[in-house]
């Protein structure tokens, strides 16, 4: 039971969501984890893209699955239920769509009429992941903004790992090498640094980009147009079951590896962190 926070500042596109989607999807066609995905962005459709193709679907995304209650639809229905102290952990289920039964499930709004409930829903996001923590094996959570934001604060100060996703720019990584001169929150050890949109010929690669930035290892989530294309289809979940036995010397065989390189250390991070409570 692990809460896994993906982060950036907002300023950039860091190939975040889809090296999140990447990391998650993987572990659920792979283990037997039980896995919440979160989207905390206001009207994003992204993660649902990932997994359902909407495209020419002007009818919003039936969040009521069979057997479940009709007790409204995404992160505001369960806002409103950990408000009115509906909180038993199992709950939180009744909001979410189901990508793999009993394997991986996304909590997201799609449509928010007004910028002040977001708002005012955003606020509780600690309260929901503490909830979620309690029922799903590992939630990961798509989180960006910057730190002095209190939400966005208080959501990384619960979250056993942080993910801060760089791209590879000199910009990018020197703004992340400064933040953590700043921050202590990212000079633990629970943090592990994530290149998106990753391009082994760069100059920028994992080792240099960690040298730069200070830390022990980067990780790259590889760029491939395939999976690019997945993510806007509905296709992710199929892409990994695809490739998940293809050599690491072809291209989409390649991503798949570095996203299981990714996923194993998290875990042995994770076990190590529980070991040491």
């Known amino acids: 039971m692990a809460i896994i926070t993906f982060w950036n500042d907002g300023t950039q596109e860091t190939g975040q969501t889809i090296s999140l989607i990447s990391a998650a999807t993987q572990l659920a066609v792979e283990t037997k984890y039980k896995i919440l995905v979160m989207n905390t962005k206001y009207n994003d459709i992204s993660m649902e893209d990932c997994f359902w193709n909407t495209i020419g679907n002007k009818?919003?995304?039936?969040?009521?699955?069979e057997g479940k209650t009709d007790?409204?639809?995404?992160i505001q229905g369960l806002a409103k239920a950990v408000m009115s102290n509906r909180t038993a952990p199992e709950i939180v289920?009744?909001?979410?769509?189901?990508?793999?039964?009993?394997?991986?499930?996304l909590l997201t709004d799609r449509f928010v009429e007004e910028e002040e409930d977001?708002?005012?829903?955003?606020?509780?996001?600690k309260d929901m992941i503490r909830i979620a923590n309690k029922y799903y094996d590992l939630i990961f959570i798509d989180l960006e903004g910057p730190l002095?934001?209190?939400?966005?604060?208080?959501?990384?100060g619960i979250s056993n790992v942080i993910?801060?996703?760089?791209?590879?720019s000199l910009r990018s990584i020197t703004n992340y090498m400064e933040l953590r001169k700043e921050q202590t929150i990212?000079?633990?050890?629970?943090?592990?640094?994530?290149?998106?949109?990753?391009?082994?010929?760069?100059?920028?690669?994992?080792?240099?980009?960690?040298?730069?930035v200070g830390v022990g290892t980067a990780y790259g989530v590889p760029y491939s147009t395939l999976l690019f294309e997945s993510c806007h289809e509905g296709q992710?979940?199929?892409?990994?079951?695809?490739?998940?036995?293809?050599k690491a010397t072809e291209s989409n065989g390649l991503v798949v590896h570095s996203v299981r390189n990714f996923t194993k250390t998290l875990i042995e991070l994770l076990q190590l962190l529980q070991m040491n409570v």
């Open 71 to 74: 007790v409204g639809t995404g």
């Open 59 to 65: 009818e919003k995304l039936n969040f009521k699955e």
């Open 93 to 105: 289920t009744n909001y979410t769509k189901v990508i793999f039964k009993n394997k991986l499930e």
């Open 118 to 125: 977001y708002l005012a829903t955003r606020a509780m996001y």
């Open 236 to 246: 992710v979940a199929d892409y990994f079951i695809k490739f998940r036995k293809e």
């Open 148 to 156: 002095s934001d209190k939400d966005v604060l208080s959501v990384l």
């Open 163 to 168: 993910v801060p996703t760089v791209t590879q």
């Open 186 to 212: 990212f000079n633990e050890q629970n943090s592990m640094t994530l290149i998106g949109r990753y391009d082994k010929n760069s100059k920028y690669n994992e080792k240099n980009v960690a040298r730069h």
